[in-house]
Each structure stands twice: as C-alpha cells, then as structure tokens.
Nanobody, 115 residues
Framework: QVQLVESGGGLVQAGGSLRLSCSASRIIFSSFAFGWYRQAPGKQREWVATIRSGGIPNYADSAKGRFTISRDNAKRTVYLQMNSLKPEDTAVYYC?????????WGQGTQVTVSS
C-alpha cells in the first residue's frame, strides 16, 4: 500500500516561510503526479498545487506567486515551499497521489500563521 508522510508544518508569523515535505514509499515515485491540498477549520479541503511526473507545476490562484512545488525523485519526496504566508493559509496540509487502484493521502501537517 502506498504511504505518504508529510512533515515541515509549524507556527510561523505572517510574512514568514515554511517548507513542507511529503515522502512517499511503495510507489514508483517518478511515474506519478503529486498534489498538495489543505483544509482549514470548518472548510472543505482545497487543492493548492500539483506537480506532474515530468516536473511541470500547477497552482491554485491562492498559491500563485507565493508557493513553489517541487520534487526530488531520488529522495522520493515532494516539497511545498511557502513564502509570504498569511493567516488565511492556516490549515492542515495534505499530500495526495492518484494511482490506478485509488487515491492515497498522507496524515497531514498543521500550518498555523499568526497575524
């Protein structure tokens, strides 16, 4: 079974930065696209960014210009560099991969941005 483990969350002041990591196992890592999603309290989970197997990124409007998604196939890890963080970025951030047998999610990592 595919396993995804996120890390790197924490408490940061507005304007600060964090880098999230998503480590994957039991998957041919380089063959798949990975996505970052987030869920704020009382809100639905929303898409943040995706990186394709070839490294092409896509971003939600809320992430454009501030967040950068990247991948290191050798380390089997996907990153989300978040700069210029805002209080509204506060959420649990999840990593997701879609494979033939279904969607897999990590357990999430909490990001809290104080004003």
């Amino acid at each position: 079974q595919v396993q995804l483990v996120e890390s790197g969350g924490g408490l940061v002041q507005a304007g600060g930065s964090l880098r999230l990591s998503c480590s994957a196992s039991r998957i041919i890592f380089s063959s798949f696209a990975f996505g970052w999603y987030r869920q704020a309290p009382g809100k639905q989970r929303e898409w943040v960014a995706t990186i394709r197997s070839g490294g092409i990124p896509n971003y939600a409007d809320s992430a454009k210009g501030r967040f950068t998604i990247s991948r290191d196939n050798a380390k089997r890890t996907v990153y989300l560099q978040m700069n210029s963080l805002k209080p509204e970025d506060t959420a649990v951030y999840y990593c997701k991969v879609v494979v033939a047998r279904g969607d897999y999610w990590g357990q999430g990592t909490q990001v809290t941005v104080s004003s």
